[in-house]
Structures are given as C-alpha cells and as structure tokens.
Nanobody, 122 residues
Framework: QVQLVESGGGSVQAGGSLRLSCAAS????????MGWFRQAPGKERVFVAG???????YYADSVKGRFTISRDNAKNTVYLQMNSLKPEDTAVYYC????????????????WGQGTQVTVSS
C-alpha cells in the first residue's frame, strides 16, 4: 500500500520561509518522479515543482527562484523549501508520485498525499 505523508505546513508572514516534507512508503521511491502541487480555495490544483529520479528538477514560473525541490532517496523523502513566501502562495500543498514521465500534469501522477495547509499573511 502506497502512502505519501506531507508535513511542515503552517502559517507564516510574507517574506518568510517554510520547508515541506513528504515521506513515501510502499513504493520503490528512487524510480519515481516526485512532484508538489497546490490548490487554493475555489481554484484548480496546479503544478509547483517536480524532481525526476535523476535529480533533475523543474518549477512553475510563479515559484522559480523562490522554491527548491530536493529528494533523499535513502529516506524516501522529497522536500520543498519555500522562501520569500507571498500571500498568493497560500494553498493546500500536495505531494505526488509518478512512475517515469515528465510530471507537470496532475492527471499523470499515480499517488497523492493528503495535503498540508500553507497560509501566508501580508
């Protein structure tokens, strides 16, 4: 049974930082592309950042230069370091896993976590 468990969300003022973690179990983690998506109230779930099995990472333009995705295959964990947070970053953040692929489209992902809330106040 595959499980993805996010942690690290919370409330922060604009300009602050948070680090999200996603611990995976029940899958061969090193083979999967891992992604972070977010969903604001009343909006669609959108891609934030992804990292392939090779370590290659890619980002949505809205977070490029502020967010960093990384992975630790020994710990089956993917991270999202979020700096210079803005109120528009407020959303529920989801971790997802995809076997192979590019990993920028939500429908391509095989497994999802339950989400963690990030709230940025101005």
């Amino acid at each position: 049974q595959v499980q993805l468990v996010e942690s690290g969300g919370g409330s922060v003022q604009a300009g602050g930082s948070l680090r999200l973690s996603c611990a995976a179990s029940g899958l061969t983690f090193r083979r999967y592309t891992m992604g972070w998506f977010r969903q604001a109230p009343g909006k669609e779930r959108v891609f934030v950042a992804g990292i392939r099995w090779s370590g290659a990472s890619y980002y949505a333009d809205s977070v490029k230069g502020r967010f960093t995705i990384s992975r630790d295959n020994a710990k089956n964990t993917v991270y999202l370091q979020m700096n210079s947070l803005k109120p528009e970053d407020t959303a529920v953040y989801y971790c997802a896993a995809e076997l192979g692929g590019v990993g920028v489209v939500a429908s391509e992902y095989d497994y999802w976590g339950q989400g963690t809330q990030v709230t940025v106040s101005s």
